[in-house]
């Protein structure tokens, strides 16, 4: 589909989207209603710039039905996520909804070179959380065959990818390096293995490299939030150079945090979404929170669709130490780009005084390499941390769901073992 084609189906579709929202008479219609917009045909896609922002707020304060723009009964499915700071975030999909997921997911699959009669081995873990399900339905919709594993139980895990010799592995970045790990301790050969479709979390080139040498995969990045539908939002192709995102169903910008004002092709932004096609809960200009730039550029791969870079990090996920600014995946990048430590680590960030204090937990190749790697944190990211060595194989590893790669010390005893 050429841009412009595309850009015509986009705005078709943005007017029923504005339409639905009217007549839906929810918070966001009455936003709508309030910027002066009676009906679709008000709407350009060069306008959506001026409609309101829909944020995770309005989630929560019409949680957990209050912005549906179906009634009740036509929700085929909910999902969510328990939340960052606890709060449950709960979205819904109609049946066609459901539908559109599946063909986005394979859609994601296929961009990363899955194809039916492919082996997928799916160790997001099922639930509430969209990993799972959504990544099943996908390997469905495209013909493959799907193994759902979920998280956790490892050492099954290795068998089952050896005995049905998957060729296409789905999990979080940080549990395709534990299983790596687990494969090595096993002694096991994954000849058919070729593919991995690793999301759910940011994470670095680097720590893509470091899975692409514990598997035999090449590594790909796939993102997506359940609020705009799970998984399938974006997907790296075998190029490797950012996500390319399905812009026929999710219109995407990037806009400054703090000001909500759109930046330039090339400049980090938060990402903002609208899903011109989704029945149950359409969302209009949703702030993910999400950092990452767009590229509109043409992709070696063929496709036209717009790419945005791997997320920097989430806006919620900043750390601020002794005045610095920093997201997790960019201390991943210093750390795993050394090539001096194993590519498991955790941030501790000490708050038992007023002047947080980060304490950066890693397990050495060899040596010694606190002082070289504090004096590279501090080089790259102007950041003041404390690097700590522990044993090899004592920094927690992720086995079930996303990395946990902040860890606050409140009060009391340490959260890892050998800090002080
Ligand atoms: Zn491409």
Redesign the pocket.
């Given at each position: 589909m050429s841009p412009d084609e595309r850009a015509a189906l986009q705005r078709h579709r943005l007017w029923g989207l504005v339409d639905r929202l009217l007549a839906a008479d929810g918070v966001q219609g009455r936003r709508l209603k309030e910027a002066g917009v009676g009906g679709g045909s008000d709407v350009t896609l060069a306008g959506l710039r001026g409609l309101p922002f829909t944020t995770k707020q309005d989630l929560w304060d019409n949680y957990p039905f209050g912005m549906l723009a179906v009634p009740r009964d036509q929700v085929a499915a909910v999902h969510g996520s328990s939340g960052t700071r606890g709060r449950p975030t709960l979205v819904a999909y109609t049946r066609a909804d459901l539908d559109l997921w599946a063909a986005m997911c394979a859609r994601s699959l296929s961009?990363a070179g899955a194809s039916p009669g492919s082996v997928v081995h799916n160790a997001y873990g099922y639930g509430l959380f969209t990993g799972g399900i959504g990544i099943h339905q996908g390997a469905v919709a495209l013909g493959a065959t799907v193994v759902p594993m979920s998280g956790g139980m490892t050492d099954r895990q290795v068998r089952m990818l050896a005995d049905l010799r998957a060729d296409v592995l789905t999990c979080t970045p940080a549990y395709a390096l534990r299983l790596g790990e687990a494969v090595a301790e096993a002694g096991v050969e994954l000849p058919a293995l070729k593919a991995g479709l690793f999301g759910a979390e940011p994470w670095s080139e680097e720590l893509r490299a470091a899975i692409e040498d514990v598997l035999p995969v090449k590594a790909m990045d796939i993102y997506g939030l359940s609020e705009v539908i799970g998984p399938g939002v974006a997907t790296?192709?075998?190029?490797q150079?950012?996500l390319?995102v399905n812009e026929d169903h999710f219109i995407v910008e990037a806009v400054d945090p703090s000001s909500g004002v759109p930046v330039e092709d090339g400049t980090p932004g938060e990402l903002v979404f609208t899903t011109p096609t989704k029945q149950a809960l359409p969302l209009l200009r949703y702030r993910t929170g999400d950092i990452a730039s767009l590229n509109r550029g043409e992709?070696?791969?063929?496709?036209t669709?717009v790419?945005m870079s791997k997320v920097l990090g989430r806006a919620d996920d900043m750390l601020v130490v002794k005045g610095v600014n920093v997201y997790p995946s960019e201390v991943e990048r210093v750390l795993l780009g050394s090539g001096l430590v194993r590519p498991h680590y955790q941030l501790v960030v000490d708050r038992r005084t007023p002047a947080a204090r980060l304490l950066v937990a890693c397990e050495a190749l060899s040596g010694d390499p606190r002082a070289e790697l504090a004096h590279r944190l501090h080089e790259s990211l102007g950041l003041t941390a404390e690097v700590v060595v522990l044993p090899a194989g004592t920094v927690p590893r992720t086995e079930v769901g996303k990395a946990v790669r902040v860890v606050s010390w409140e009060d009391g005893g340490p959260p890892l073992p050998g800090l002080s």
């Open positions: 961009c790296e192709c075998l190029e150079d950012g390319h992709c070696d791969c063929g496709r669709l790419r």
